[in-house]
């Protein structure tokens, strides 16, 4: 209880005048009265530990006392829509006994009796600073995103300059260690793509955060909302005012929107999760060394990598069987995947299939990767293999991705066939040996 009480004027039908006070007093908002000229006559406990002064300080003085140095509020504006008979709402920067400063969101209503003359000004106030340090996060997440936007870009366009400059070196390159390079360079690619992984994954992080913590503070406005009107609703004046304001400011529909849009965030937020994390995988330094792996799940990761590719030429399918995990290095067999997948996209002309088939076969892991696009002929069906062979322009392609590809299956004791017909499509088939102690390996890690 402040230190001097407030008298209301009149009566409340229906009510008694102590289980006003008792809501008023107990109002989880800070409530401030003041007379016509502005002098505060009243304050709740919620004013006095959200400012740090005790009534007793308050009480005679202008709610001036709080205001702050920044200059957010336009003061001329709110005094004109109060004489006007209007409620304001807008928000302050106030200054705390202390000196520290915090964000309120205030609603001020003048009171009046029977002959409109303004008795008092009520003001009903939240303190929003930890909303507004929400935006801030936020805001500093886009500007972070922002920049690192322009970082990828400059980054790309480096890549593009390198590109054009090993296009033409490449001539003179051409028989020195074609294979040891192109590793280095996925090795690079792998790096800068786990680096990248790990620049993404930090923001995302906080922004996920922020959204839960926006969402709650949605429910807990909404809540407030309900609770208020359910407490002006035995006063029906004020509450069909009450009510008749809500349908003017649609807080229903603007509750009911936030939802969905923080829903629609944290899913979208999740999608960039999932990205990253197939990203990672995708991109893992540590396995080059030879590890069990789930084939499956490689297959996905590089699905998920290689999308962008793929979905405006195609639709693709997966039938995945029950393969145990085999030893191997994912990391190669990844870059095996990904060659064929993203020629296989580029072998569809507007829009066709893949489709992607794993199975064991003979105590053998089997593979296979088929598209309805144009085809190989049969006149260069044998070359496919071959170092530096490639059916792309000068400066598209080097011709090295299939026969690393080939040099992977073979160094893991597989083999890799293609079959293909002109007009109707391609289907590479991957072989690779399933060691019977995998399988019991298998079944250990998974137990």
Known sequence: ????????????????????????????????????????????????????????????????????????????????????????????????????????????????????????????????????????????????????????????????????????????????????????????????????????????????SNLRSFGKYVDKMAYYIDRLETLLKPQDDLWQQALQERKKAKIDYLLEDCSDLIEESLDGAERVRKIVLNLKSFSHVDAAEEQLADINKCLDDTINIAWNEIKYKATLERHFGEIPRIRCRPQELNQVFMNILVNAAQAIESSGEIVVTTSVVDDRLKIEISDNGTGIPEEIREQIFEPFFTTKEVGQGTGLGMSISYEIIQKHGGEILLDSEVGKGSCFTIFLPVNGTDRDEKGEDSS
């Open 1 to 208: 209880m402040t230190d001097k009480t407030l008298t209301l004027p009149g009566t409340v039908e229906g009510i008694d005048e102590r289980i006003l006070m008792q809501a008023v007093e107990q109002n989880p908002s800070a409530v401030v009265i003041t007379d016509p000229a502005g002098t505060i006559i009243y304050v709740n406990p919620q004013f006095c530990q959200v400012t740090g002064y005790p009534a007793s300080e308050v009480l005679g003085q202008n709610p001036r006392i709080l205001k702050g140095d920044d200059g957010h509020t336009d003061y001329r504006q709110l005094w004109q829509t109060l004489l006007a008979g209007k409620q304001w709402r807008g928000e302050f920067h106030n200054r705390r006994k202390d000196g520290s400063f915090y964000w309120e969101l205030a609603s001020i209503s003048p009171i009046r009796n029977e002959n409109n003359e303004t008795l008092y000004y009520l003001a009903i106030k939240e303190d929003i600073s930890d909303r507004k340090q929400v935006e801030e996060q936020l805001h500093l997440t886009v500007s972070q995103a922002t920049q690192l936007t322009s970082s990828l870009e400059f980054k790309n366009f480096e890549l593009e300059t390198a590109q054009k400059e090993l296009a033409s070196a490449y001539r003179k390159l051409k028989k020195a260690q074609s294979q040891m390079l192109q590793r280095e360079k996925m090795a690079s690619i792998g790096q800068l793509a786990a680096g990248v992984a790990h620049e993404i994954n930090n923001p995302m992080g906080f922004i996920s």
